[in-house]
């Protein structure tokens, strides 16, 4: 259940002053894991909360979950779509502590320093056509914003598609990934990164608005990863059995500019008008001078006046 780690470094995780080895060293630097040294031993230092197989399992609830949890990975999305390749993956949980490769939207990276926020990706196959899959983001995301507010964080909301926003900066993001359709149906890989924490090198590495949970809310990672499991599953099992459509009446609670201007950039073009909300597909509503437009999430960027 515990990868992509160091035996001694799960020694240290448990409390102990461990021999401080090259090998060992030179995964604690390399994954910037704060440690202070004594003599020739070495220990974990600071407050980091590490992510704990029972824990997340016990906030889950009743959820049967196949759980991976990786000190360091490239990325969860990536290892969930190989793992959806093995026949015998139906679901998959996979989090970690740090990515060396973390995927955002269109190509970006993702900023995932070691132990301070939240890198999941839950995989599982879905019978629905692969038109129908549009409005998964939108999902997923708004599992993320209510497991938040359950904990207590006020001004959380989405930006179409894939964004989670707190106080005008970006605090997640989504990014979901699909496996062609077989027998067992479309492999989905629901990413998500959640920002805790971030150091100033961190933010130097970021290149819009952000945010963080910081001091705003008491969020356990462990206790939110095990709430967010059972939402998101037991939405994903609503959205199997019934689409998009039910997710589209709520859209209201979790939209971040309701009835604001905003821009739609698609490549070198550009759509202005009214935020309308969503379609039964997950398509943005533009209410513009030439009427009503429908805007797919594919490649396409939402900017507002505030942008």
């Not at 056509?129 to 909301?157: C, H, Y």
């Not at 979901?176 to 920002?195: D, F, H, S, T």
Request: net charge negative; glycine share 12%.
């Amino acid at each position: 259940m515990i990868k992509s780690t160091h035996p001694e470094f799960e020694r240290m995780v448990s409390g102990e002053a461990v021999p401080d080895s090259d090998l060992l060293m030179g995964f604690l630097e390399e994954a910037g894991v704060p440690h202070e040294r004594s003599a020739s031993a070495v220990r974990l230092s600071g407050d980091l909360e590490l992510l704990d197989p029972k824990r997340i399992l016990d906030a889950a609830g009743n959820e049967p979950l196949s759980l991976e949890i990786h000190r360091v990975i490239g990325s969860t999305n990536d290892t969930v779509m190989q793992r959806l390749s093995d026949s015998g993956c139906h679901e998959l949980l996979c989090t970690a502590e740090m990515q060396t490769a973390g995927k955002g939207r269109r190509g970006r990276s993702w900023v995932s320093p070691f132990g301070r926020n939240i890198y999941v990706t839950y995989g599982r196959f879905l019978q629905r056509e692969l038109s129908e899959l549009g409005g998964l983001s939108i999902v997923v995301g708004m599992q993320a914003v209510d497991t938040l507010r359950d904990f207590g964080l006020e001004g959380v909301g989405l930006k179409w598609p894939n964004d989670i926003l707190l106080a005008g900066g970006k605090l997640g993001g989504i990014l979901v990934e699909l496996k062609p359709q077989e027998k067992r149906g479309i492999g989905i890989a629901a990413g998500m990164g959640i920002n805790f924490m971030l150091s100033a090198q961190d933010v130097g590495q970021i290149d819009q608005a952000w945010s963080v949970i910081g001091e705003r809310a008491v969020v356990s990672r462990n206790q939110f990863l095990g709430a967010f499991t059972a939402k998101l599953t037991s939405a994903l099992r609503l959205f199997n059995a019934e689409g998009f459509e039910p997710f589209v009446e709520i859209w209201h609670q979790y939209d971040a500019y309701p009835g604001e201007i905003v821009r739609i950039l698609r490549g070198q073009s550009e759509f202005e008008g009214v935020n309308a909300g969503i379609d039964g597909e997950g398509n943005l509503l533009l209410q513009t001078d030439e009427g009503l437009q429908s805007h797919n999430a594919g490649e396409v960027s939402m900017r507002t006046a505030r942008q």
